[in-house]
Structures are given as structure tokens and as C-alpha cells.
């Protein structure tokens, strides 16, 4: 296994790592369709090879004095955006190892310090714990419906469309079905109809 910078040549092995990465949790409906560039800003992107293929990666996006988007700490941060490793490939050393070229990158930049965000997963959370980052914010993430906005509406078919109307009668030509709620105080809850909620942690770890 070598790590090295990612190249476009690897985009197809990197969305179906992070994909397969993602979808054993909580993080399963989080898909890329191609792979995050980060436009003029600087950022770390880096691969682990197995035979070819992508089997872990790590991308930051890093702040600058023009631009910081870092909100944990004070001074010019990374945000850790992506950390995935091949489901095949896990609990190997892999991401530890992506970690820490990734830190050595930042040795040479003004970077202070790391943030990132993850759902409840053992295995994030585990991870991130053991390499340092102290857990810093707790929010939701709810999905659902805000009770009250549901409204009761009749549907049928006219010329192969649908054709909706309120109680009143009134034409619908849209409602909500289902949304995801940033919640910072769990009291919300009973104010939404939800069928799942997560855990959304910040980490935070200083660097230098
Ligand atoms: C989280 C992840 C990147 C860690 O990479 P990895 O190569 O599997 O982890 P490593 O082998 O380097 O293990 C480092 C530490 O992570 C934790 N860890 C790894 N696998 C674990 C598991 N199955 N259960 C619990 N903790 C685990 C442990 O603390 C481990 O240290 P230890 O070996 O001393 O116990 C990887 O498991 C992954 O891609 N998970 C799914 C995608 C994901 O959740 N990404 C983060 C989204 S925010």
C-alpha cells in the first residue's frame, strides 16, 4: 500500500471507495457523483494504492487570511471534509496512516489547528478519539417533517398528470415529503415528525 497525491486518473476508484466507505454508516445517503474539488483553495488530497486501486483517502480544505471558514478555533484552520477507507481495507492502520501524511502536509502551512464533523459511528468516533481530537459541539441532524406543515391533500390523475388539491380545494402543485432539520437543542423534537435522527459531532484537534 503507498499513499500519494490523488490525480484525476483515480476519480472513478476514489467515488467507489468512499461510496463503499460510507455505506456500511450512518453517513449512507452522503454520495458524490464526482469527486469535491476545492477550486482555488488549498486543500490536502491524498490516496492510499492497493493493486491499483483506491483503498483510503483523506481530503482538507485549508483556510487562508482571505478566506476562513474553520469555526471551532481561533487562527487559520484545516476542515478534515472526507476520511474513508475501502470497507475491505478497514481496521488496518490505513487511516491512520492517511492521517498522519496528511498532517506532515501541513507542517509547512499556517495551519493552528484540524475540524471536522461526524455522525455517531463507533468507528468514526473511535478513530478520531484515538488520534487526538477532542469533541467540542453536538447537534442533530433530524429527518423529517416540521408537525403542521403536513397537510391533508386528495390526488388524481387528469391526462397523465397528477392533480392535487388541499382540503379546501385549493390546487397543490407541491408539498414537502420529508426534510433534514439542523437541531441544536433536542427539546425541537417535539416539534418534528421524525423517523431518524443522528448525532452530528465537531472535533477539534490543535496542531501547533
Ligand atoms: C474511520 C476510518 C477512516 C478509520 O480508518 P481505518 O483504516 O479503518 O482505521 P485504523 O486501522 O487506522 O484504526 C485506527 C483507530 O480507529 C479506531 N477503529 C478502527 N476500526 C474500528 C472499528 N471497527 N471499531 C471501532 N473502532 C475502530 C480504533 O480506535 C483504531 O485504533 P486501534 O487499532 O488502536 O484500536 C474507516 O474505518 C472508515 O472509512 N470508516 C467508514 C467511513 C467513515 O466513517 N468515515 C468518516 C466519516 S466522518
Request: glycine share 8%; hydrophobic share 35%.
Given at each position: 500500500m503507498q499513499i500519494q497525491k490523488y490525480t484525476p486518473q483515480y476519480e472513478d476508484s476514489w467515488l467507489r471507495c468512499?461510496?463503499?466507505?460510507?455505506?456500511?454508516?450512518?453517513?449512507?445517503e452522503d454520495v458524490e457523483t464526482s469527486k469535491p474539488t476545492f477550486y482555488e483553495r488549498p486543500s490536502i488530497e491524498l490516496i492510499a494504492i492497493e493493486d491499483g486501486i483506491v483503498v483510503g483517502l483523506i481530503d482538507m480544505v485549508l483556510d487562508t487570511e482571505e478566506l476562513k471558514t474553520s469555526f471551532l478555533g481561533d487562527g487559520?484552520?484545516?476542515?478534515?471534509?472526507?476520511?474513508?477507507?475501502?470497507?475491505?481495507?478497514?481496521?488496518?492502520?490505513?487511516?491512520l496512516k492517511l492521517y498522519e501524511?496528511?498532517?506532515?502536509?501541513?507542517e509547512n502551512t499556517p495551519i493552528e489547528f484540524i475540524e471536522l464533523y461526524t455522525r455517531g459511528d463507533e468507528q468514526a468516533?473511535?478513530?478520531?478519539?484515538?488520534?487526538?481530537?477532542?469533541?467540542?459541539?453536538?447537534?442533530?441532524d433530524v429527518f423529517g417533517i416540521e408537525k403542521g406543515l403536513r397537510d391533508t391533500i386528495s390526488i388524481g390523475i387528469e391526462s397523465?398528470?397528477?392533480?392535487?388539491?388541499?382540503e379546501n380545494g385549493e390546487p397543490c402543485n407541491f408539498v414537502i415529503v420529508d426534510g433534514v432539520y439542523e437541531v441544536y437543542d433536542l427539546e425541537?423534537?417535539?416539534k418534528i415528525e421524525?423517523?431518524?435522527?443522528?448525532?452530528s459531532r465537531g472535533y477539534f484537534k490543535k496542531i501547533k
Amino acid at each position: 500500500m503507498q499513499i500519494q497525491k490523488y490525480t484525476p486518473q483515480y476519480e472513478d476508484s476514489w467515488l467507489r471507495c468512499r461510496l463503499l466507505a460510507y455505506f456500511y454508516t450512518s453517513l449512507y445517503e452522503d454520495v458524490e457523483t464526482s469527486k469535491p474539488t476545492f477550486y482555488e483553495r488549498p486543500s490536502i488530497e491524498l490516496i492510499a494504492i492497493e493493486d491499483g486501486i483506491v483503498v483510503g483517502l483523506i481530503d482538507m480544505v485549508l483556510d487562508t487570511e482571505e478566506l476562513k471558514t474553520s469555526f471551532l478555533g481561533d487562527g487559520l484552520g484545516a476542515f478534515l471534509k472526507t476520511i474513508a477507507v475501502h470497507p475491505d481495507y478497514q481496521s488496518k492502520g490505513i487511516g491512520l496512516k492517511l492521517y498522519e501524511a496528511a498532517l506532515k502536509e501541513l507542517e509547512n502551512t499556517p495551519i493552528e489547528f484540524i475540524e471536522l464533523y461526524t455522525r455517531g459511528d463507533e468507528q468514526a468516533n473511535n478513530f478520531y478519539k484515538k488520534i487526538g481530537f477532542e469533541l467540542l459541539v453536538e447537534s442533530y441532524d433530524v429527518f423529517g417533517i416540521e408537525k403542521g406543515l403536513r397537510d391533508t391533500i386528495s390526488i388524481g390523475i387528469e391526462s397523465n398528470r397528477i392533480k392535487a388539491f388541499h382540503e379546501n380545494g385549493e390546487p397543490c402543485n407541491f408539498v414537502i415529503v420529508d426534510g433534514v432539520y439542523e437541531v441544536y437543542d433536542l427539546e425541537a423534537l417535539e416539534k418534528i415528525e421524525y423517523e431518524r435522527y443522528y448525532p452530528s459531532r465537531g472535533y477539534f484537534k490543535k496542531i501547533k
